[in-house]
């Protein structure tokens, strides 16, 4: 599984499992010595119903024994994704973990953010070296430890004129690029929630049968409230500027019981004044705080949802709302688990890996924690050839 492969050429399986709790995407990419990413596929596999289950439940209070089982749980089954995935995609020299959000709170001088997922496991399953922990360097430079994904963005999307990259998952992260001339810089935060509260709602409508409002068949079916959802648009956290980031603390389970426990009325009227919730926030941040741009790429799982695309096409009459899978060939819940690959191997080089002016950092660090496997003497040699090409 790990042998040397291709002079000059990195390979890297990146592991996402996001704040939709859905499950982790694993993709492979290769990074040439030139810089240039190749993808090389991607696959998708959900959490059996019983860690989904206890990933959720992690949203509450938690006893450290109860984190630190969650957090093995979490390493071996990330392990076994990852094996599977180089078997059905190809051998890579490194395996990257985003690692599971159970807590993000990054605001103040003790802020934290903190995603676990115990590395050690990856590694046993794998014998493969591991890169974790992404966040935590950044946040002790004073940032956010998020968004982490923009440079990413800008490495394999930056284009003569500016573009919007436009991630839906739990949340919805949100990143302006400037075109190839404009010494403006990157612009990138969380607009708020991408489909948490769908999925939240349609979880408790259906007591735990669904997980998501597919195709947003129920949003389709309903009417928004137009005088809640102006309400619910001067929400503290839509109304302050970036830099920012938010998680599942702000927008999660408790508020979309508490929306669904006071809504009087039809369940799919709720479900599209939330989506026109998610649409019309990411709306009126862009009007509030990106600069000019004539299209926007969607990724992320809400992509998918025909429902959601549509809306924010009539919250942005003026921006080209493009499906970003079909655009670039890369699909919609890959692109995190390859830039996340990307950032692993910045780790591996010494290449610091985030934006102070986007996560608020000091200054720029080298992102990640690395995990030696069998493998860790190859690849050292590997990453000494591949730098001094
Ligand atoms: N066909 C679909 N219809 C509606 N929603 C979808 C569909 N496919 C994916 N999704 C949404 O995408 C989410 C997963 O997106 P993902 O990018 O993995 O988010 P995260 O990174 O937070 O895990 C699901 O929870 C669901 O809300
Ligand atoms: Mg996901």
Redesign the pocket.
């Known amino acids: 599984m790990n042998g040397a492969g291709p002079k000059g050429v990195l390979r890297g399986l990146g592991l996402?499992?996001?704040?939709?709790?859905?499950?982790v995407?694993a993709a492979r990419l290769e990074l040439g010595a030139d810089g240039h990413c190749r993808f090389r596929g991607w696959v998708?596999t959900p959490y059996p119903p019983d860690l989904r289950a206890a990933v959720l439940a992690a949203n509450d209070a938690l006893t450290v024994e109860a984190a630190a089982r969650l957090d093995r749980r979490l390493g071996q089954f990330y392990g076994v994704v990852a094996r599977d995935a180089m078997h059905g995609l190809g051998p890579v020299d490194f395996i990257a973990i985003h690692g599971q959000t159970i807590r993000h709170q990054p605001a103040g001088s003790e802020g934290f953010t903190l995603q676990i997922g115990s590395a050690a496991d990856a590694v046993a399953a794998t014998g493969l070296t591991v890169v974790n922990d992404f966040r935590r360097a950044d946040v002790a430079a004073g940032g956010q430890g998020a968004p982490l994904v923009p440079p990413f963005h800008q490495h394999i999307f930056a284009a003569p004129g500016p573009r919007l990259i436009l991630?839906?998952?739990?949340?919805a992260n949100l990143t302006w690029l400037p075109g190839s001339h404009d010494p403006r810089p990157i612009l990138a935060f969380d607009t708020g929630p991408?489909?948490?509260l769908?999925?939240a709602v349609a979880d408790l409508h259906s007591g735990g049968r669904l997980?998501?409002?597919?195709?947003?068949r129920m949003a389709l079916a309903g009417v928004a409230n137009q005088a809640l959802l102006a309400e619910w648009l001067d929400w503290p956290y839509f109304l302050s500027p970036p830099p920012k980031s938010t998680g599942r603390e702000a927008f999660g389970l408790p508020l979309a019981a508490k929306l669904l426990g006071e809504w009087e009325g039809r369940v799919e009227d709720l479900m599209a004044t939330l989506l026109a919730l998610t649409a019309q926030s990411i709306a009126r941040a862009v009007r509030r705080w990106t600069p000019e741009s004539p299209e926007m790429l969607v990724?992320?799982?809400?992509a998918?949802?025909p429902a959601?695309l549509a809306a924010l096409q009539r919250a942005l009459p003026a921006i080209r709302i493009v499906h970003g899978a079909q655009a670039t060939g890369i699909p919609?819940?890959a692109l995190?688990a390859l830039a996340f690959a990307w950032l692993g191997a910045q780790c591996l080089l010494g290449r610091p890996g985030n934006l102070p002016a986007v996560t608020g950092a000091a200054r720029m660090v080298v992102l990640g924690g690395i995990h030696p496997g069998g493998n860790w003497p190859l690849l050292m040699k590997k990453m000494i050839r591949y730098k001094n090409k």
């Open positions: 996402m499992s996001g704040t939709s709790a859905d499950g995407d998708d991630n839906l998952g739990g949340m991408g489909n948490v769908l999925d997980h998501c409002d597919q195709g947003g990724f992320g799982g809400g998918e949802n959601l919609s819940q995190e």
